[in-house]
């Protein structure tokens, strides 16, 4: 087969999350069986955005069906920096509770480093704190950004050979780019960082084995923009004409890329599996067994 029109597979996120979730659920009542309580999430929500509010309730679902208990916090748009940094270190003081995700965006005017710098990173599931960045940048264990393990997970199930491979990631965020760049380097990938001030950013994406875009940038990733048998992951979400889009051009890139992950049943129910996982880890961590 032509290296240009070869067979693409469209990664089915959700599958792959539903086989996880079956494996944490197993956990979970393992530990229930054992006599121990169930791992418990507290979910902090400031304001009535629809769309965190959505969120949340995703989350929530995934709990329940893993087993975990999930409770959530509810504070209105007018809360304080400090009023929100109050109820993090209530949630830090109580025993029950093994992770703990402030939804973000906050409203304007709250500084979210220094909220998410209020929780225990012990509970840290979404895995911002300074101290689990530090210890991803220095390669020791911890809790670590929901959406990059999701994105690690893909790779590794679809046996996408990562030891001397060219990695480009589009975006430098604190919640995708750093932390994913970070897990492909301890993977031993050759790994380079785009952002707004690269310079011929399509001639970079063009040497990547593996392209991980997320930056938001509606249909960025274009087919002349991939090497013939990359792996592109797809992290964008934009709403165009009121509909869901990817930074890559999903059809665009079929016959080309060797696996893409859609825009829809992609890396975002991935995201929601991690932190499950990751609430686990915490309570796992937190309990010694």
Same mark, same amino acid.
């Given at each position: 087969?032509?290296?240009?029109?070869?067979?693409?597979?469209?990664?089915?996120?959700?599958?792959?999350?539903?086989?996880?979730?079956?494996?944490?659920?197993?956990?979970?009542?393992?530990?229930?069986?054992?006599?121990?309580?169930?791992?418990?999430?507290?979910?902090?929500?400031?304001?009535?955005?629809?769309?965190?509010?959505?969120?949340?309730?995703?989350?929530?679902?995934?709990?329940?069906?893993?087993?975990?208990?999930?409770?959530?916090?509810?504070?209105?748009?007018?809360?304080?920096?400090?009023?929100?940094?109050?109820?993090?270190?209530?949630?830090?003081?109580?025993?029950?509770?093994?992770?703990?995700?402030?939804?973000?965006?906050?409203?304007?005017? =709250?500084?979210?480093?220094? +909220?998410? #710098?209020?929780?225990?990173?012990?509970? %840290?599931? /979404?895995?911002?704190?300074? &101290?689990?960045?530090?210890?991803?940048?220095?390669?020791?264990?911890?809790?670590?950004?929901?959406?990059?393990?999701?994105?690690?997970?893909?790779?590794?199930?679809?046996?996408?050979?990562?030891?001397?491979?060219?990695?480009?990631?589009?975006?430098?965020?604190?919640?995708?780019?750093?932390?994913?760049?970070?897990?492909?380097?301890?993977?031993?990938?050759?790994?380079?960082?785009?952002?707004?001030?690269?310079?011929?950013?399509?001639?970079?994406?063009?040497?990547?084995?593996?392209?991980?875009?997320?930056?938001?940038?509606?249909?960025?990733?274009?087919?002349?923009?991939?090497?013939?048998?990359?792996?592109?992951?797809? =992290?964008?979400?934009?709403? +165009?004409? #009121?509909?869901?889009?990817?930074?890559? %051009?999903? /059809?665009?890139?079929?016959? &080309?890329?060797?696996?893409?992950?859609?825009?829809?049943?992609?890396?975002?129910?991935?995201?929601?599996?991690?932190?499950?996982?990751?609430?686990?880890?915490?309570?796992?961590?937190?309990?010694?067994?």
């Amino acid at each position: 087969m032509n290296a240009e029109t070869r067979q693409t597979v469209v990664v089915d996120g959700l599958a792959l999350a539903n086989e996880i979730r079956d494996e944490l659920s197993e956990a979970v009542n393992r530990h229930v069986q054992a006599g121990r309580r169930a791992p418990r999430l507290a979910v902090v929500l400031v304001g009535d955005d629809p769309a965190s509010a959505s969120y949340i309730k995703g989350k929530q679902r995934a709990c329940s069906r893993v087993g975990m208990d999930s409770e959530e916090h509810d504070l209105p748009g007018s809360a304080s920096q400090q009023e929100i940094i109050d109820v993090v270190e209530r949630l830090n003081a109580d025993d029950r509770v093994d992770g703990i995700l402030v939804q973000l965006p906050l409203p304007k005017g =709250v500084d979210a480093n220094a +909220v998410t #710098g209020a929780i225990d990173p012990e509970k %840290d599931v /979404d895995g911002l704190h300074a &101290v689990n960045a530090g210890r991803l940048l220095l390669g020791l264990p911890c809790l670590t950004a929901c959406t990059p393990l999701g994105i690690m997970k893909i790779l590794e199930c679809h046996k996408i050979p990562l030891e001397g491979a060219q990695a480009v990631v589009i975006g430098r965020s604190n919640i995708v780019g750093k932390p994913v760049s970070l897990l492909l380097q301890q993977k031993n990938a050759t790994v380079t960082m785009c952002h707004s001030r690269t310079r011929d950013l399509r001639a970079e994406c063009r040497r990547a084995d593996v392209l991980v875009a997320a930056v938001g940038v509606p249909m960025l990733v274009k087919r002349d923009w991939v090497k013939p048998g990359a792996a592109v992951i797809d =992290v964008g979400v934009s709403v +165009v004409d #009121g509909k869901l889009t990817g930074d890559v %051009d999903t /059809d665009a890139v079929q016959g &080309v890329a060797s696996i893409v992950t859609p825009h829809r049943r992609g890396v975002g129910p991935m995201t929601i599996t991690m932190l499950l996982e990751n609430t686990l880890q915490a309570y796992e961590n937190r309990t010694g067994v």
